[in-house]
């Protein structure tokens, strides 16, 4: 019997693609407490979530270390966006895996949630990928990370006023 590996080498990327890098960081003072602001970032990327298209995309996260963070479409369908790497309420959640990109591509998200003076909160969100990652992907990731900070920190202005 021989013992052969047919295409063991393979060139890394298809043909056209290119392996890609995404660096992301979002540094932003939330006029709110650690507390409320914690609470607002898990309202966002789990029941408040929005597509890129500004409709409703709720998710659902488990949390505690290798939990799921995922979208439920119902009947055992859906999209697994990542887990939780890293959960140290209220300061910092960690999340990775593909989010959505459906393709050969990882992701590390960071949370990281700082006290400031008269209780507001400075929150660092970081972004890193590498992977075949789509052209549009790349150019629109950005300004959706500033969408996903703009609805953090309406969502703690209304916690805030509760």
């Not at 932003?28 to 789990?46: R, T």
């Not at 507001?120 to 890193?128: A, C, Q």
Request: glycine fraction near 10%; aromatic fraction near 6%.
């Amino acid at each position: 019997m021989k013992n052969e590996t047919p295409n063991a080498v393979q060139p890394l990327a298809p043909a056209g693609a290119q392996i890609q890098t995404l660096n992301v960081l979002k540094d932003v003072v939330i006029d709110a407490p650690i507390d409320i602001v914690w609470e607002s970032c898990l309202e966002e990327i789990g029941p408040a979530g929005t597509g890129g298209d500004g409709k409703p995309m709720p998710m659902k996260i488990e949390l505690w270390p290798g939990g799921r963070w995922y979208r439920d479409l119902g009947s055992n369908t859906g999209h697994l966006w990542g887990h939780v790497q890293v959960i140290k309420p209220p300061k910092l959640l960690e999340l990775n895996g593909p989010l959505f990109m459906s393709y050969p591509a990882i992701s590390h998200v960071q949370y990281r949630l700082i006290p400031e003076e008269n209780r507001k909160t400075r929150l660092k969100l970081t972004h890193k990928a590498i992977g075949l990652i789509d052209p549009e992907h790349a150019k629109g990731v950005t300004e959706g990370w500033q969408e996903v900070i703009d609805s953090i920190i309406k969502i703690a202005a209304r916690r805030k006023k509760e």
